[in-house]
C-alpha cells in the first residue's frame, strides 16, 4: 500500500538559512499534520491542513509557514533557521471523514541538521 | 498538566514473554480516541492500534491488545509473545473530539527485548 512520502530525508543547513520539506500524503487522504520531534523528545503538533485549507495551529514559530496545494500535498516552510530547529520533521496524513477513529499514518521524517 | 504520562522511561522483557507498557491520560471531553505508535531506531513513526473512548471492546491488533480502563482514564498497551524487532520507543497519543484531530503525544517508553 502507498504510504506518505517525505523528501528530502536528510538536510543539512547553516543557520539563517531557509529549508522546505515536502509531504505527498497517501492517495484520497484530505488531511495533512506536521509535526516536530526534537532529540529525545516526543512529536509535537506544528500545523495542519485539511482540503487545501489551514485547519489548526500548534507551536509553530512565526519564522515557519506551510501550505497545502490542489493535489494535496503540503510543504513546510522554514526561515531564519536556529540551532534548536535541528529535528526529526514528520508529515501525516489520515482521512478527515474518517471521523474520531480517524488514522494518522506518518511519513518517515525529513531529519534537519542545522550548524 | 500532562495530558498524556507514560510512566516507564524505559522496560526489558524477555523474549517470546508478555510485556505491558502503561499510559494514562487526562481530558474532559467525553469523545476522544487513543493511539498508540512504534518509533524504531530508525525514526519513523507506526500506527499500531486504536481505541475509541465509545468503543465497549478493548482493541486488538495481532500480538497487540490495548486494555482500556475508561474510568481510571488509561490505556495500557500490551505486546504477545514478544519478538527482538519490538525493541523500540513506544508513544500513546491522544485526539480529543474539541481538537481539529492533532494528536498529543507522551514522552514514550523505550523497550527493550532480551534473547
Known amino acids: 500500500a502507498a504510504g506518505v512520502i517525505q523528501s528530502p530525508r536528510h538536510l543539512i543547513k547553516e543557520k539563517r538559512e531557509t529549508a522546505t520539506l515536502k509531504c505527498y500524503p497517501i492517495?484520497?487522504?484530505?488531511?495533512v499534520y506536521w509535526y516536530q520531534q526534537g532529540p529525545g523528545q516526543d512529536p509535537q503538533f506544528l500545523i495542519s491542513f485539511y482540503e487545501k485549507m489551514q485547519s489548526d495551529k500548534g507551536s509553530i514559530p512565526d519564522r515557519f509557514s506551510a501550505q497545502q496545494f490542489s493535489d494535496y500535498h503540503s510543504e513546510l516552510n522554514m526561515s531564519s533557521l536556529e540551532l534548536g530547529d535541528s529535528a526529526l520533521y514528520f508529515c501525516a496524513s489520515s482521512d478527515r471523514l474518517a471521523g474520531l477513529g480517524e488514522t494518522q499514518y506518518f511519513g518517515p521524517g525529513t531529519r534537519l541538521l542545522v550548524l | 498538566a500532562q495530558k498524556i504520562t507514560q510512566t516507564q522511561p524505559g522496560m526489558f522483557v524477555q523474549e517470546k514473554e508478555a510485556v505491558t507498557l502503561d499510559c494514562t491520560y487526562d481530558t474532559s471531553d467525553p469523545s476522544y480516541g487513543l493511539f498508540w505508535y512504534k518509533q524504531p531506531s530508525s525514526g519513523e513513526m507506526i500506527f499500531l492500534i486504536y481505541q475509541g473512548s465509545y468503543d465497549q471492546q478493548n482493541a486488538t491488533e495481532g500480538r497487540y491488545s490495548l486494555n482500556f480502563q475508561k474510568a481510571r482514564k488509561s490505556a495500557n498497551l500490551v505486546i504477545s509473545a514478544s519478538q527482538l524487532g519490538d525493541s523500540a520507543m513506544y508513544f500513546c497519543a491522544m485526539r480529543e473530539r474539541g481538537s481539529q484531530g492533532n494528536l498529543i503525544f507522551g514522552k514514550g517508553t523505550k523497550l527493550s527485548v532480551k534473547p
Open positions: 492517495p484520497r487522504h484530505d488531511t
